[in-house]
């Protein structure tokens, strides 16, 4: 897949990213955003390179996917019930 948009960075609400299209590990040829955000050690790959698409889209797509994951990171964490206590409310229900 040719390349439409070579890597690039912006800055947005105070965070720097650096996005650039790449193939993932596998060797598979489809081409994936892979991009960095200042503050955050990690390298993620949230979608495909679109053929067309503009550095605005990239960038907001990015925003957007980047945004709901720190949403889902700083809700508090649900622990599941032990099979045990389902047990328990499942037969109390009958």
Do not use: N
């Not at 503009?54 to 700083?74: F, G, N, P, Y």
């Amino acid at each position: 897949m040719r390349r439409t948009i070579e890597a690039f960075e912006f800055e947005h609400g105070g965070r720097t990213y650096v996005c650039s299209p790449e193939a993932r590990a596998g060797g598979k040829k489809e081409m994936w955003w892979w991009f960095r955000v200042s503050g955050d050690a990690q390298r993620y790959a949230p979608f495909e390179v679109v053929a067309g698409e503009s550095r605005d889209a990239v960038a907001k797509r990015v925003v957007e996917w980047h945004a709901a994951l720190l949403e889902r990171r700083s809700a508090p964490a649900v622990s599941p019930q032990a099979w045990w206590q389902r047990r328990k409310q499942a037969a109390s229900g009958e």
